[in-house]
């Protein structure tokens, strides 16, 4: 078989920000408006400082306001619920990202739903879930549909095709599980309970890796030509699939980094775009 195709998710990343860096211009012409993210830190996690970091530099790159709030470790639910009601009800905010995880004290789900739906960029409510699994407006939840950047722009079909995502945590293996049945997939979700889990990943044409376990999908579990869509991102920069025995099995694969990494935030720049367009009274579609 032929070497499979290395999925750039740094390029497709840049596509989906210039699209992005469009509606804000068209958006501050038409109305006046910078649109703005503010991203929301509870701690000092130092991989959640970066990362929250490269989040509000990119809004700035497409011509974005960020802004931040940083908050103790020692923050109590309320106070949190608090704050993040007060940046919902700030029209000059058009997106509120709660970066995860929060502090164990801090009761995580109350929070994110806490992040009114139309300021939900980062696609974590229960409302934005609804919304994506009922093909209705709304945001779908970034690193997943960063992964669906992806798949279309490599123009990759996935209707009649058996999808397999192993993960099934509510921001990833679950949402991209829905996403793909919306592009007509025959979707199986795998989790740590499924009982022999080599022979399911065999069955997928298409196989998303959300597991958290470095080198976890190994290349003698695939089907030959498989795609893989690698969303681990582990320390030292290891994916969840061992890039070096799926590599000669896949047709197409997402590297560990450079593959599905930059698209999750390239998809929260995008929708903030969106958010704010909407929020201005413009139809994102049209600009
Ligand atoms: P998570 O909340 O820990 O969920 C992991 C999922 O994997 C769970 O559903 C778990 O099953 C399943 N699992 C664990 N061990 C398993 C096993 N032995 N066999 C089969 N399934 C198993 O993790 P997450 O937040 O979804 O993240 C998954 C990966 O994506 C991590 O590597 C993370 O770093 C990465 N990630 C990347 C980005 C990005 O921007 N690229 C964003 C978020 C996460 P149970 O439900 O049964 O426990």
Not at 61 to 87: F, N, R, W
Not at 141 to 159: E, K, Q, R
Not at 220 to 235: F, M, S
Request: with cysteine; net charge negative; glycine share 10%.
């Amino acid at each position: 078989m032929s070497d499979p195709t290395i999925i750039d998710g740094k390029k497709v990343s840049k596509q989906v920000q210039e699209q992005a860096a469009q509606r804000v211009e068209k958006i501050k012409q038409a109305t006046g408006v910078t649109p703005c993210l503010v991203t929301v830190l509870v701690g000092s996690d130092p991989a959640s400082i970066t990362y929250t970091q490269m989040k509000r530099k990119r809004c700035e790159a497409v011509g974005m306001k960020s802004m931040k709030v940083e908050l103790p470790t020692e923050t109590t639910t309320d106070q949190l619920l608090a704050k993040i009601k007060e940046l919902g009800d700030d029209p000059a905010i058009h997106g509120i990202l709660l970066q995860h995880p929060v502090p164990s004290q801090i009761d995580e789900r109350a929070a994110f739903e806490a992040i009114p739906a139309s300021k939900d960029v980062d696609g974590v409510t229960i409302a934005s879930f609804g919304a994506m699994a009922f093909d209705l407006p709304g945001f779908g939840c970034a690193t997943p549909a960063g992964i669906c950047d992806l798949i279309d722009a490599y123009d990759i079909d996935c209707t009649g095709k058996h999808a397999v995502v192993i993960g099934r945590s509510p921001i990833l293996g679950k949402p991209m599980a829905m996403m793909l049945l919306a592009r007509h997939a025959t979707v199986t979700i795998c989790h740590s309970r499924t009982v022999d889990l080599p022979s399911v990943v065999k069955q997928g044409d298409i196989v998303v890796a959300a597991v958290g376990i470095p080198n976890f999908v190994k290349g003698d579990w695939l089907k030959e030509g498989a795609i893989v869509l690698d969303a681990g991102y582990n320390p030292g920069n290891v994916g969840d699939c061992d890039y070096e025995s799926c590599f000669p099995k896949s047709s197409m694969i997402t590297p560990v980094p450079g593959g599905v990494g930059p698209t999750t935030i390239a998809a929260l720049i995008n929708q903030t775009s969106i958010g704010a367009a909407r929020q201005l009274g413009l139809d994102p579609n049209n600009l």
